[in-house]
């Protein structure tokens, strides 16, 4: 990104003439102007998050018909995640989503000190939900319910080892058979949430970079393109979330 | 040929919907009711219906979420188009696989 003023782009388009036009200098100079920039990026932005759609769909798909197929095993095996968690992870997200639009507020506004805060907040509450899901993940390698690694199917075959669980659900035991399959839950378990919080590793290292260029004041002189079209990242992964919270939690409460 | 020329004080904000932060808190407080609704009533037994309200008010929260923190209600109708398309696309693809899966005499499901 070039750093020259809006005063040395004219100054430069008076002896550039027409072949180099005076713009900003966020407006890269192959666009008409900053609103076909930024119409022109945010179409863009959506087209990728098309892909990320199907990328994900692909998994939501998979989760859809092996819970119908192996529905006792997928029953079972949600009553071992912790409600509580997943409740307090989507509200963390939730707010990180509003910070997230209040920094596009803040830079639209060019609020230099409130877009800074507005970010870093999403940047900690990201963290916080990682921190969260780091929590759960530890309970089930505990648990030995972490497929491929540290998997036994001892928790479907005698309910009554996990007592907390047991208390709650009484859960009657599977067939070893069907006990088996609680791996192919826990699978997707693991992709989906592991998917998810790749994407938020990658937000949180993208924010990381806007907060940086947000207090040199890249984002508050016009130029809210980068900021606008992270935002549809971030948005895009909390909404990802939004279902995994009740597929892979919720919904199996009642069988 | 100087009319084309983009005049070098326009800024984004002209032609962008600045959405308040008013709309954006309540939606805000919208999605984190819609949340502890979605909880509460997974404690309440109903059944099929269970998966169903979930589904439903996972697919509400959603679209506050497009339309008003992505934008899509103030964008243009490309944008709208490229979404609605988007969503278009995985539902036919999710509806053609599960009648697939539905539909063939495998069993034991």
Redesign the interface.
């Known amino acids: 990104m070039s750093d020259t003023t809006i005063t040395a782009n004219r100054a430069a388009t008076e002896t550039e003439s027409a072949h180099h036009p005076a713009h900003p200098s966020f407006q890269r100079h192959h666009f008409e102007s900053v609103s076909q920039q930024f119409d022109a990026t945010n179409f863009a932005m959506w087209l990728f998050l098309l892909t990320e759609i199907m990328f994900f769909g692909g998994l939501f798909t998979s989760y859809l018909i092996m819970r119908n197929w192996y529905y006792p095993a997928f029953v079972e095996g949600s009553h071992h995640l912790s409600i509580f968690w997943g409740t307090t992870n989507t509200a963390v997200l939730i707010t990180s989503s509003f910070t997230m639009a209040m920094s596009v507020y803040s830079a639209q506004m060019k609020q230099k000190g409130k877009l800074v805060m507005y970010l870093v907040l999403t940047f900690i509450l990201g963290l916080a939900f990682l921190c969260i899901k780091g929590i759960e993940w530890h309970g089930e390698w505990v648990d030995h319910h972490v497929p491929g690694l540290r998997f036994s199917d001892a928790d479907f075959l005698n309910p009554k080892l996990d007592a907390d669980v047991y208390k709650e659900y009484h859960d009657a035991p599977l067939s070893p058979e069907m006990a088996q399959n609680t791996e192919e839950y826990f699978f997707l378990y693991f992709a989906m949430t592991g998917m998810h919080a790749l994407h938020m590793i990658v937000g949180i290292g993208l924010l990381g970079f806007i907060i940086f260029r947000a207090r040199q004041g890249a984002y508050t002189s016009g130029h809210v393109t980068f900021v606008e079209n992270f935002g549809l990242y971030w948005h895009f992964v909390d909404v990802i979330w939004i279902f995994l919270y009740p597929l892979l939690y919720l919904i199996s409460r009642h069988t | ?1 100087q009319l ?3 005049r ?9 919907h ?4 008013k709309v ?2 309540t ?2 407080v919208a ?2 009711f819609l ?1 502890a609704a ?2 509460g009533i ?2 309440v ?3 099929v219906f ?2 169903v309200v ?2 439903a ?2 697919c509400t ?2 679209t506050l ?2 339309l ?4 899509i209600k103030y ?2 109708k ?2 709208k188009l ?2 609605a ?3 278009f ?2 539902l036919s ?2 509806g053609m ?2 009648s697939d ?1 539905i539909s063939r005499a495998w069993g ?2």
């Not at chain 2, 070098?8 to 962008?16: A, C």
């Not at chain 2, 600045?18 to 932060?21: A, D, Q, T, Y």
């Open positions: 040929m084309e020329q983009p070098p004080d326009e800024t984004p904000g002209e032609h962008i600045i959405v308040s932060p954006y808190g939606i805000f999605l984190l949340t979605t909880c997974s404690y037994d109903l059944g269970n998966a979930a589904m008010i996972a929260k959603m979420v497009v008003f923190f992505m934008h964008s243009n490309l944008t490229t979404v398309s988007g969503i696309l995985f693809l999710i696989i599960m899966y034991r499901w």
